[in-house]
């Protein structure tokens, strides 16, 4: 290979690329699409569903999940539920991986889809229980393909209630609805 060939084959990558339309988006007034799997920082917490059982902050890799229960008074069919007095998620050293949304038995934890969270400060990046009340509830379809299957995008402005969000139905089977499902599934 002669001396330099590199070189010239260098410049033609940059002329071809010097001719060709530039691919820039003026982002606050222009927005690509995103994917409604799309595992965002603002994370959606149904209250109904939590029980308190800490399975997220348990599962979390990086132990960014703090909660804090007591004994509560209400019932639940699987046993009793605990009164939440924190659930503080830190944003600043979340990786988002999702191994708490995967943990959660209930279906009470979901990744946002949100990513404009910036902060200059650390404290700044914590989200604390009252604002995973008040957030919105639109959830991302990661790992949930109950929405999947419903074609939910949480992108289009429709919150979804709890009883939407869970793998299971609300509803109690019947006999035959359950014998159904237990042949269906062998």
């Known amino acids: 290979m002669p001396y330099g060939f590199g070189l010239a084959k260098g410049f033609l990558v940059t002329l071809k690329n010097f001719t060709r339309k530039p691919f820039t988006v003026q982002y606050p007034e222009e927005r690509l699409p995103q994917y409604p799997r799309f595992r965002g920082e603002e994370f959606v917490w149904y209250e109904e569903r939590c029980t308190g ?4 902050a348990k599962y979390c890799p990086l132990g960014i999940i703090k ?4 004994p509560g008074s209400r019932q639940v069919q699987e046993g009793e539920k ?3 007095e924190v659930f503080d998620i830190e944003l600043a050293r979340c990786m988002m991986c999702g191994r708490c949304v995967e943990a959660c038995p209930y279906d009470a934890l979901h990744m946002g889809s949100g990513f404009e969270r910036a902060g200059y400060q650390r404290r700044d990046l914590t989200i604390n229980i009252d604002e995973l009340r008040r957030s919105p509830k639109r959830p991302s379809t990661w790992f949930r393909p109950q929405l999947e299957a419903k074609g939910y995008d949480p992108f289009r402005g429709t919150t979804l209630s709890w009883q939407e969000v869970g793998r299971h139905s609300t509803d109690d089977p019947d006999e035959q609805q359950m014998k159904e499902r237990w042949v269906k599934g062998r």
Do not use: M, P
């Open 53 to 56: 059982c800490a399975s997220c």
């Open 82 to 84: 605990y009164e939440l």
């Open 67 to 70: 909660i804090v229960t007591k």
